[in-house]
């Protein structure tokens, strides 16, 4: 969701994020919305493994793949985000 942060808010006028003032974000804001997002991974990861089989590989990697880009986002200052 961070990825298109700044589209959301400016060109869309809507945010994920309702409890974050995004004009003002900083690494804290930042921070809890990494922690929202981290949650919702772990939560993810639990109906992932009830999944049958068949849909458990492609909803597994799309997993994979989203929690590599959260570690990017991690890494990238807050202001560089928005």
Do not use: C, W
């Not at 945010?15 to 990494?34: H, R, T, V, W």
């Not at 109906?47 to 989203?66: C, D, N, Q, S, T």
């Amino acid at each position: 969701f961070l990825r298109d942060l700044k589209a959301d808010v400016e060109g869309l006028n809507r945010s994920y994020f309702p409890n974050i003032n995004m004009d003002a974000l900083d690494e804290n804001s930042k921070q809890e919305i990494i922690s929202d997002i981290e949650y919702d991974f772990e939560r993810g990861l639990h109906g992932i493994k009830k999944l049958p089989i068949e849909a458990k590989f492609g909803v597994f990697m799309a997993y994979r793949y989203y929690k590599q880009l959260l570690k990017k986002l991690q890494k990238t200052p807050a202001l560089q985000i928005k």
